[in-house]
């Protein structure tokens, strides 16, 4: 019995120890086996020099720590080789409100912690004085170097206050740079969660070297609580740093600086090499309704020759909440703040998420960046629907890029800005001096959240092999030509010849018009040809569009009169062809012109006929008002031979929109702010003839037709228009289908705010239609209020080519005499004009003063002009021959009269007598100033300084309390 009871002991005991024993310990050296209830207290024994040499540490429960598990480097009484830490099965290291962190390596070197991926790390500290992992240098200088972190699932309290799920920094704090280098470190395959950063390294001034961050999975896709709320990763002085194939999936916050911006991930400080390779950044979100900053990547170092390698990267759905005034505080997929010689090549950028408003970027370029980038063989796909947008925005000038080529910008909104808007390809590639290669084409991702390319992408094949970067973002090796983006894609062979379904993006021109040409459905697979084929007649035949071989965007060029468009695929020996595209050139000719002609200055009539359309008269062959309309057009007096143009136009006005007055859509207020832009679509070719503005103070209203969401001008129009209501003629010719704006570039015209009205305003033949308003060209469109321009005339149809009808001025009969005698008088005194011709029938006229006759007396007060017009009424062989020109009258002003003191006197021989003189002065005229104080410019040419003691003045003047006296003498 008491044999029984002694074992009933031994096994409750045993238990006992069991349950409370979850951390046990391992060694070579000193106590070779130890069991405690935490990880504290098994790393303090560690410290204690109870465990030495190689040691593991096995977790084999949940633990509890209330107070940090720190251990210390293997220094003083802690001896030890290596320190191996791991789990025995899914437990839990809980940190009971612990004001720091979980776990701490300090000054502590070739740690192992690897969770297995059962390990979690918690703390349930509620204030941002808490984190989960600190390795950290010592205050004494001694470094954390060549541990590991692995496997472990990181969970936070919130994501607004524990601090990181890793943090490398001091001893004293864990935000704050080392004391050390702590160096060759590797934080690989972690998960982390619920934290404002996810992992970061704060190094020294010296630079920590060989420092790795790899496959961690930071943040989360699909619960706000488990995102990260600030930064996924974050580098700090680091020289070569590898930060490869992690997963950001989600950072959402509310930061407001764009000096610390919000980011998936940033290097910051002094960088030199290393790479960010092969990572996945995702749903980085700002939702500060102030409007700040959000990135993929941010570039900030301090070093101007980072030569730090950014490829291979996925990144997407970036987005802030939006600023409209400047593009840097918005959702950028790449942001280069500061730092120089960034090595950016093959990323795949796909920006879809829209932001609430503002400005967003697949990549932007700080002003304030050093320059000397490489940008290659990367996709910067923005395909936002909404507020403004561009695939690349530059602050810099285009000498900050040392290489830019080969990449694909493709955007829904503005192509690029460098120095201003540049919707183009070929304008980008002017703007910058280089892109020879790149393109602007829908890349074709598999999904707007995979960034694989579809097999039937136009990129396939289009970017430059690099030996530095030889595998793509799975570490498949690339082709040579390889493909533009993170993705290498290899299609199968082509199996047929299906050519799909063509479109055009335009199918109705007036005079001309360039449209492109894509199709959908189509064969696609190695080895298959595509070539679009044109016609001028819808049976053809066919010939080759050259250099037209992308089935996604073939361009039709210029044309002139309609075409017929289809796309051709071949594979192998069989061909097959899409639909037939139709695209009408509309063109309404003018049939006949008569040019005038008259001798001298004065107006010149001009005709010309084209039966069923309506004439216009312009003074230049494209752009500007339209001068008068109708079959016959009187010109401006000229003088000499001009030439005019007319277009025949076809189409029907209609006024569109609300009116001013009686305003039954809200009230109405005056601005006086500039830029008020009115949005409307054209859906085929129109002109915007009048408007209805209302002026708070008499003024100039310059008025600018923009594309929507562009602060660049297509058209300018300028007014001196009163105080009140005003209907001002703009005569903008819009002939590409298209978005666009109106706005008031200066002047103060009024607008409705609320509008109680609903937008779009569409006129009857479906050809135009007001879509809203924005705060300024660059912001979104909104259809809260209705800005500046009301009840606006609006024609749909089509002007055709203008057609060029001389004005001709024929030399008049010339002046033999045209004078003024004498032609320079005194205030006061008269001068005669006189003219002379051999045409004995003209007769004259001068102005000013309306004067007639060939010679008039006159007494100008000031100097001016005397235009004498000669007009030939005779009925003879120069009958109607006009002449003009002028003779200039100088008036000088009458000097003061000078006056003697005194004004008569008697002297003997040989007695000095001082005579002053005053007067003769020109009223409001100086003569000479001079500052005797300073050395000046010297006198003008021609005087002299002299003494009134005699003798040359001295050149050298110095300062004299009582002044000098002296004159100056000419």
Excluded at 143 to 167: D, E, F, H, Q, W
Aim: net charge negative.
């Amino acid at each position: 019995m008491k044999r029984n009871l002694l074992l009933l002991c031994v096994l409750i005991l045993l238990s006992a120890t069991k349950i409370f024993a979850q951390v046990n310990v391992t060694a070579t050296l000193g106590s070779i086996t130890g069991t405690y209830t935490n990880l504290k207290t098994a790393f303090d024994n560690i410290n204690n020099g109870v465990h030495q040499g190689a040691i593991t540490i096995s977790i084999t429960g949940n633990t509890t720590e209330t107070a940090t598990a720190n251990l210390n480097g293997s220094t003083g009484t802690a001896y030890y080789s290596s320190v191996s830490i791991s789990t025995t099965g899914a437990w839990t290291i809980s940190g009971n409100n612990i004001a720091s962190a979980v776990i701490k390596f300090t000054g502590a070197d070739d740690v192992t912690l690897d969770g297995n991926n059962q390990l979690k790390i918690t703390n349930t500290n509620a204030t941002t004085s808490s984190t989960l992992i600190w390795v950290a240098s010592t205050s004494g200088g001694d470094p954390a170097k060549n541990n590991v972190i692995r496997n472990c699932i990181l969970v936070g309290n919130s994501n607004i206050t524990t601090y990181a799920g890793i943090s490398q920094a001091s001893e004293n704090n864990f935000k704050a740079v080392a004391d050390a280098p702590n160096s060759d470190n590797t934080y690989t395959e972690n998960t982390i969660t619920k934290t404002y950063t996810g992992i970061a390294l704060f190094g020294d001034a010296s630079l920590e070297t060989g420092n790795q961050v790899i496959k961690n999975t930071i943040g989360s896709s699909a619960t706000d609580a488990d995102k990260i709320g600030f930064r996924g990763i974050y580098f700090y002085n680091q020289d070569g740093i590898l930060v490869d194939q992690n997963q950001i999936l989600g950072v959402k916050g509310s930061n407001s600086s764009n000096y610390i911006p919000l980011a998936g991930i940033v290097a910051d400080g002094n960088i030199n090499g290393g790479k960010i390779t092969k990572n996945r950044i995702s749903n980085v979100e700002n939702t500060n309704i102030s409007g700040w900053e959000a990135d993929g990547i941010t570039l900030m170092s301090t070093n101007a020759a980072t030569s730090l390698m950014v490829n291979n990267n996925y990144i997407w759905n970036i987005v802030g909440y939006g600023w409209n005034y400047s593009a840097i505080d918005n959702g950028h997929g790449i942001a280069i703040k500061d730092g120089g010689k960034y090595l950016i090549h093959f990323n795949s950028i796909n920006l879809v998420a829209n932001q609430t408003t503002g400005i967003s970027s697949g990549i932007y370029i700080s002003y304030s960046s050093d320059g000397n980038h490489e940008i290659t063989n990367n996709i910067f796909a923005n395909q936002q629907t909404a507020n403004t947008r561009y695939a690349i925005y530059s602050d810099e000038s285009a000498s900050a890029y040392s290489i830019i080529n080969y990449n694909d910008y493709y955007c829904t909104g503005t192509l690029g800005y460098l120095a201003g808007d540049i919707t183009t390809l070929a304008a980008w590639k002017t703007a910058t001096g280089q892109d020879l290669n790149s393109a602007a084409l829908d890349p074709v991702y598999t999904a707007a959240t995979n960034l694989d390319l579809f097999p039937s992408s136009p990129l396939n094949g289009m970017g430059n092999y690099m030996a530095a970067v030889p595998t793509d973002i799975y570490g498949t090796t690339r082709n040579n030509p390889t493909d533009i983006g993170a993705h290498e894609m290899t299609p199968s062979p082509c199996s047929s010849a299906n050519g799909g379904t063509a479109t055009a993006s335009n199918t109705d021109f007036c005079a001309s018009g360039t449209a492109t040409l894509s199709a959908i459905n189509y064969s696609y697979g190695l080895g298959i040809g595509y070539q679009w084929e044109e016609a001028t007649v819808f049976a053809g035949p066919y010939t080759a569009l050259a250099g037209q071989t992308n089935p996604f965007n073939g361009s039709t060029g210029v044309i002139n009169q309609t075409h017929y468009y289809r796309l051709k695929v071949t594979c192998g020996a069989a061909t097959g062809y899409s639909n037939i595209v139709t695209i009408t050139v509309n063109n309404p000719a003018v049939a006949t012109t008569t040019p005038g002609s008259r001798c001298g200055y004065g107006p010149v009539t001009l005709g010309a006929t084209a039966p069923g359309y309506t004439l216009n008269w312009y003074s230049a062959a494209t752009g500007g008002s339209a001068l008068g309309t109708g079959n016959s057009f009187v010109t401006p007096p000229i003088g000499a031979t001009t030439n005019f143009y007319v277009a025949a136009t076809t189409g029907s006005s209609e006024h569109v929109g609300p009116l001013y007055s009686p305003a039954t859509c809200g009230t109405v207020y005056d601005s006086y702010l500039s830029d008020w832009p009115l949005r409307f679509n054209t859906y085929g070719p129109v002109t915007l003839e009048t408007a209805d503005v209302n002026m708070g103070t008499a003024g100039t209203l310059v008025v600018g037709l923009r594309l929507s969401g562009s602060n660049t001008n297509i058209d300018t129009r300028t007014f001196n228009l009163s105080a009140g209501f005003n209907t001002i003629t703009l005569n903008f010719v819009i002939s590409t289908p298209g978005q666009y704006q109106i706005t008031n570039i200066s002047g103060p015209v009024a607008r409705i705010s609320p509008f109680n009205c609903s937008y779009p305003f569409t006129s009857s033949n479906g050809n135009f239609s007001i879509v809203g308003s924005a705060v300024y060209s660059t912001s979104s469109t909104t259809t809260a209020y209705y800005n500046s321009f009301f009840n606006l005339k609006v024609t749909a149809g089509c002007e055709g080519t203008r057609t060029l009808v001389p004005a001709t001025v024929n030399a008049p009969p010339a002046f033999s005499v045209l004078s003024a005698t004498p032609a320079a008088i005194c205030a006061g005194n008269s001068s005669t004009l006189f003219v002379n011709s051999a045409n004995p029938g003209y007769t004259y006229q001068w102005q000013p003063g309306n004067l007639s006759g060939q010679s008039q007396s006159v007494t100008p007060a000031t100097t001016g002009y005397y235009v004498v017009t000669a007009t030939d009424a005779s009925a003879g062989p120069y009958n109607g021959c006009v002449n003009k020109d002028s003779v200039l009258v100088t008036v000088n002003l009458t000097p003061s009269p000078i006056t003697l003191n005194p004004n008569g006197f008697s002297t003997c021989t040989d007695i000095i007598q001082a005579i002053t003189a005053s007067g003769g002065t020109i009223p409001n005229k100086l003569v000479l100033s001079e500052n005797f104080n300073s050395a000046g410019p010297g006198l003008p040419a021609g005087w002299t300084k002299t003494s009134l003691n005699g003798g040359t003045a001295p050149d050298n003047w110095t300062l004299q309390n009582t002044g000098y006296s002296g004159n100056y003498q000419q």
